[in-house]
């Protein structure tokens, strides 16, 4: 049985991270095989991509030459990683994936949502989330968040090309994101994030066991996670 596709999305700050390693590591604790991994990146080759993406040396391209590095990096996260690892049931639970693409370069990025639609057409088919948390904080509070984690010893010294506009644009990321959450209730979950983060690890968990039941899935003996 092919495994389970769960993203995780939202603006800068959020807790995407830390909420998609909890749920991981809950998900593997029943012995279900559990691949934690990201976007941009995720893949060798996607995350050179990375990092040519979030150093901002591709930002004066415009954003649909960045819409077509994300969709090039996506493709290679999807052919190594992600697709190998549903065919072998194993559960993927990916920080970002083809929604922040409809968000950061489409709602935002003022990128013609022909052109991104076409793209994931192409480049994701039919390997879209069976279940997408979106987690949602005030703009403000979140780039506290990102600005306090920079100021942590071994944190990030710089922020990226994304985390460095202005206010204005997290909320916009903010509205693009609350916009998909109503237009997709069938795949998207909305997550007050702003709530202690146990309350929100349990929502997460919750939401899960209603809606793709881990419990009943075949164990997966063979850990795939690095
Ligand atoms: P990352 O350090 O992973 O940030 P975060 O912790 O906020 O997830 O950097 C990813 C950045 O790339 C983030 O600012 C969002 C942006 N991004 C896009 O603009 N489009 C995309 O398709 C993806 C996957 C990410």
Request: hydrophobic share 35%; proline share 17%; aromatic share 0%.
């Given at each position: 049985m092919r495994g389970r596709f769960i993203t995780f999305e939202g603006g800068e700050g959020t807790g995407k991270s830390t909420h998609a390693a909890t749920l991981a590591a809950r998900l593997k604790s029943l012995g279900l095989g559990v691949r934690l991994t990201r976007e941009p990146g995720g893949s060798v080759g996607a995350e050179i991509m990375r990092h040519i993406l979030l150093s901002g040396v591709?930002?004066?391209?415009g954003p649909e030459v960045e819409t077509v590095l994300f969709a090039a990096a996506r493709d290679d996260h999807l052919t190594e990683v992600i697709r190998p690892a549903l065919a072998r049931g194993i559960w993927v639970v990916c920080d970002r994936f083809a929604d922040s693409t409809r968000v950061y370069?489409?709602?935002?990025?003022?990128?013609d949502p022909r052109a991104i639609r076409a793209l994931e057409r192409v480049i994701v088919g039919d390997t879209m989330p069976d279940l997408t948390f979106i987690l949602d904080v005030p703009a403000e509070q979140g780039m506290q968040r990102t600005a306090k984690r920079r100021d942590?010893?071994?944190?990030?010294?710089t922020s990226d090309r994304f985390e460095a506009e202005a206010i204005e644009f997290h909320e916009k990321l903010r509205d693009g994101f609350l916009t998909l959450a109503a237009n997709e209730p069938a795949r998207c979950v909305l997550i007050d994030?702003?709530?202690p983060k146990e309350q929100v690890a349990d929502q997460i968990w919750r939401v899960v066991n209603d809606r793709l039941?881990?419990?009943?899935a075949p164990i997966q003996l063979a850990d795939v996670s690095p």
């Open positions: 591709a930002k004066p391209l370069q489409g709602a935002v990025g003022q990128v942590k010893p071994g944190g990030p010294e994030a702003t709530l039941e881990p419990t009943l």
